[in-house]
Nanobody, 126 residues
Framework: QVQLVESGGGSVQAGESLRLSCKVS????????MGWFRQAPGKEREGVAS???????RYADSVKGRFTISRDNAEKSLYLQMNALKPEDTAMFYC????????????????????WGQGTQVTVSS
């Protein structure tokens, strides 16, 4: 069983930054594909960024150039640095793990991720 615990959410003004963290259990974390997703009220959950077992990153168009996903395999942690935040980034953010075939790591397909965290709220005011 793999457990994921997010932290780092909060309330900020537009243009400010936040860094989300996700602590992951599991003995083979370095082999996982990892992703960040978000869900705004009344909207479907959407992919934000992913990072595969080789460190290749992918981003949704809406966050390219503003968000950076990274991982620390020694710490079994995943991060999302979010800069230049906008009110439309307001959402619950989730980290997710895909524990098989970690080299295949698309950003948008939430159905392929088999473990999820509980989420951390990000609120951006104008």
């Amino acid at each position: 069983q793999v457990q994921l615990v997010e932290s780092g959410g909060g309330s900020v003004q537009a243009g400010e930054s936040l860094r989300l963290s996700c602590k992951v259990s599991g003995n083979t974390y370095s082999h996982y594909c990892m992703g960040w997703f978000r869900q705004a009220p009344g909207k479907e959950r959407e992919g934000v960024a992913s990072i595969d077992m080789y460190g290749t990153t992918r981003y949704a168009d809406s966050v390219k150039g503003r968000f950076t996903i990274s991982r620390d395999n020694a710490e079994k942690s995943l991060y999302l640095q979010m800069n230049a935040l906008k009110p439309e980034d307001t959402a619950m953010f989730y980290c997710a793990a895909k524990t098989t075939n970690g080299g295949w790591c698309p950003v948008g397909d939430l159905n392929i991720y088999n473990y999820w965290g509980q989420g951390t709220q990000v609120t951006v005011s104008s």
